[in-house]
């Protein structure tokens, strides 16, 4: 079982960086991919990007492609998404999921366990 915390959020200007982190407890970590999901206000959720248990495998959205950059630091139990020239429809709250299984999907439903969410406001 993996338990993920994301932190990180927070109020950053239009062409603005974040990065958020997302620590995971339970041994089963680095057996699992991972993802980022957001939900902005009035929106469902989407897909953001993933990352196999190993690291070497990654997709993105294509609204994140080339700006933003998922990451894995299995010794720390630890996911990144590193943002970069953040735009104020990338604001939302930003989920991050675990799975019990090693690929990568951008499928929500393929995900078993789910953070409480940190919020990331970009403002124009």
């Not at 995971?24 to 902005?40: D, I, L």
């Not at 469902?44 to 990007?49: C, D, M, S, T």
């Not at 990144?80 to 439903?109: F, H, I, W």
Request: glycine residues 10%; aromatic residues 10%.
């Amino acid at each position: 079982q993996v338990q993920p915390v994301e932190s990180g959020g927070g109020l950053v200007q239009a062409g603005g960086s974040l990065r958020l982190s997302c620590a995971a407890s339970g041994r089963a970590f680095s057996s699992s991919a991972m993802a980022w999901f957001r939900q902005a206000p009035g929106k469902e959720r989407e897909f953001v990007a993933t990352i196999n248990n190993s690291g070497r495998s990654t997709f993105y959205s294509d609204s994140v492609k080339g700006r933003f950059t998922v990451s894995r630091d299995n010794a720390k139990n630890t996911v990144y998404l590193q943002m970069n020239s953040l735009k104020p429809e990338d604001t939302a709250v930003y989920y991050c999921a675990a799975r019990d299984a090693s690929g990568p999907s951008s499928v929500g439903a393929h995900y078993d366990y789910w953070g409480q969410g940190t919020r990331v406001t970009v403002s124009a």
